[in-house]
C-alpha cells in the first residue's frame, strides 16, 4: 500500500507542477522544441543537397572522362596518320618522291 501511495503522491506532484508551468518556461521549453525541429529539417535538407551535389559532381567526372578518352583517341588517330610510312605510301602512290628532310611532323 505505502508503494502505491508513493506513486500516487508523486504523480499529484509531477501533474501540479506540469499545470504550474510559468509563462517563461512555457516559452523556453516551446522555443527549445522549435529549435529542435527547425535544426532537424535544416540537417535533412543540407543532407539532400549534398547528395544532390555530389550526384551532379559524379556526372560531371564521368563527362570528363569520356571525354578524355575522345581526346586520347583523336591523339592516338592523329598520330596513325601521320605516320611516316603512311605519308611515305601516299606520296609513292601520288608519284612524289622520298625526300626525308622535307618530312617533319607537326604536333
Known amino acids: 500500500m505505502t508503494n502505491e501511495k508513493q506513486t500516487e503522491a508523486l504523480t499529484d506532484v509531477l501533474q501540479r507542477r506540469i499545470r504550474t ?3 517563461v518556461e512555457k516559452v523556453f521549453y516551446g522555443s527549445i522544441i522549435l529549435t529542435a525541429i527547425t535544426m532537424a529539417i535544416g540537417i535533412i ?4 543537397r549534398n547528395l544532390q551535389v ?3 559532381i559524379t556526372s560531371l567526372n564521368k563527362a570528363i572522362s569520356e571525354q578524355q578518352v575522345q581526346l586520347d583517341n583523336a591523339k592516338q588517330e592523329v598520330n596513325e596518320l601521320s ?3 603512311r605519308i611515305t605510301k601516299i606520296a ?3 608519284g612524289l618522291s622520298n625526300q626525308q628532310n622535307n618530312i617533319q611532323k607537326v604536333d
Not at 535538407?45 to 539532400?48: C, E, G, I
Request: net charge neutral; hydrophobic share 25%; charged share 40%.
Open 92 to 94: 609513292e602512290k601520288a
Open 83 to 85: 605516320n611516316r610510312d
Open 21 to 23: 508551468f510559468s509563462r
Open 54 to 56: 555530389q550526384q551532379d
Open 45 to 48: 535538407f543540407l543532407q539532400s
